[in-house]
């Protein structure tokens, strides 16, 4: 007998169709249907929900929900809307997401170590000068954030022949990067690394971590990479760092608010580039085959997946 699953998403109606398509066809012996087309014996009797950026007051129609799964990685505003709710939230964990984000990681410090920003505003001033490229091994890449994501992208740029040190919340260890944790760990890694790579989850704890003293603890002139989320860099002492020169450039793919306002002066400010949060988007077919295990392994043993610590945030 097929179980009906709710879809719960505040997308555009394109996005939602698409979707609902795919996560149909990974699913075939289950029925995903929109919450709005399942009827009130549907809803009370729904353990499982597939969820992208869901209402809170659609989740609260559900009232014997298990566990809920996310179509992203990161969950900080389900975690906050969700405080009072007691079901389990299943961030997507999908290993070409990863693969997505080390590249994307890669790709931007090259940017960085290649000095293409500098090249960028010769390009607009008509200035034809070349500049000393060092040694991959010559520049040291701080990693904040060890996790699937990080680890990943860790090993890429060792194997391109970086210098990377790593810092996280715990001790790890990862072949070929220098691991740290701690408050003592932090300093460490800050201070060692000539390109910052954020890719921590947004936590009350890393909310604002990077603000006018951490940020002041990187060498003179280095650059900043954020792929985690926006609230974790202080925006204006990002820019007073940028602006003093203590910070030669800043790769932003997230930020407080998003979309970015049209009144922002990140758009403009010469050592910012500014992406839309393109860094690693999810894809739906490698996503819906993990979306479509975990509900197996649940409707077949009784198995809930790994779930967020809503304690610790991720």
């Known amino acids: 007998m097929k179980s009906v699953i709710p879809f719960v998403a505040t997308l555009t109606a394109a996005e939602r169709a698409t979707w609902l398509t795919v996560l149909q066809a990974t699913l075939p012996d289950q029925d995903i249907f929109p919450l709005e087309e399942l009827t009130i014996t549907q809803r009370t009797t729904a353990e499982i929900a597939v969820v992208a950026n869901p209402d809170p007051i659609d989740l609260a129609t559900l009232p014997n929900l298990k566990w809920v799964q ?82 990943l992208a860790g090993q890429t740029l060792v194997q391109q022949g970086f210098s990377v040190c790593g810092w996280s919340r715990s ?67 990002l820019i007073a760092h940028l602006n003093s020169k203590h910070l030669s450039h800043a790769v932003l793919d997230v930020f407080e608010e998003e979309p970015l306002s049209p009144q922002s002066p990140l758009w403009d400010h010469p050592g910012v580039t500014v992406l839309p949060h393109v860094s690693a988007p999810t894809n739906k077919q490698t996503a819906s ?6 509900i197996r392994k649940f409707l077949h043993h009784g198995e809930i997946p790994l779930s967020v610590d809503r304690t610790r945030g991720y």
């Open 171 to 237: 001790p790890r260890e990862i072949k070929g990067v220098r691991t740290l944790s701690g408050d003592e760990g932090f300093l460490r890694v800050l201070q060692c690394s000539t390109i910052l790579v954020c890719l921590l989850p947004l936590t009350p704890r890393t909310r604002g971590l990077l603000n006018a003293q951490t940020l002041s603890w990187l060498p003179q002139g280095a650059s900043l990479i954020n792929f985690a989320r926006g609230p974790i860099v202080e925006t204006n002492a």
């Open 289 to 294: 085959l993990i979306v479509a295990d975990n």
């Open 70 to 151: 996310s179509l992203w990685a990161g969950v900080e505003t389900l975690l906050s809307e969700t405080q009072d709710s007691d079901f389990a939230i299943v961030r997507m964990t999908d290993p070409q997401l990863a693969k997505t984000m080390a590249e994307a990681v890669l790709t931007w410090v090259l940017y960085l170590h290649r000095d293409m920003p500098r090249y960028r505003a010769q390009q607009v001033a008509r200035i034809w000068q070349q500049h000393p490229l060092p040694l991959p091994n010559q520049r040291v890449i701080g990693l904040l954030g060890l996790g699937n994501l990080g680890k």
